[in-house]
């Protein structure tokens, strides 16, 4: 199971950390990826961070968006600096127990994960 936590409303070149609680049999032996959803649009993949600690970022957000993991809290932290309008939307951390490892490429819609949790809303106004 997965949920998220953090979300909120900020303005332009803020910073703002959002949380994802991984629970399970094995939660830190699992990839866990941020994909974020805006409203008439595709949920899109931002960052995803393997079992062992490996990040991976999109383009949009390298050097802006921060992932990390506390393995003795089994959470997953998403830091976002600088942030702007474009990154609105709701973001959602997900994870699959047959995934250790984040893909390559980590800005699909996240097909590939069975296990989502419910959401927090992230607005970014100008």
């Known amino acids: 199971q997965l949920k998220e936590s953090g979300g909120g409303m900020v303005q332009s070149g803020d910073s703002l950390t959002i949380s994802c609680k991984v629970s399970g049999r094995t939660p830190d032996h699992v990839a866990v990826a941020w994909l974020r959803q805006v409203p008439g649009k595709e949920r899109k993949g931002v960052s995803c961070?393997?079992?062992?600690?490996?990040?991976r970022y999109v383009d949009s957000v390298k050097g802006r968006f921060t992932v990390s993991r506390d393995y003795a809290e089994n959470m997953v932290f998403l830091q976002m600096n600088n942030l702007n309008p474009e990154d609105t939307g709701v973001y959602y951390c997900a994870a699959d127990e047959t995934y250790s490892h984040c893909p390559t490429y980590v800005g699909g819609s996240g097909y590939e994960y069975d296990f989502w949790g419910q959401g927090t809303q992230v607005t970014v106004s100008s």
């Open positions: 961070i393997s079992s062992d600690g490996e990040t």
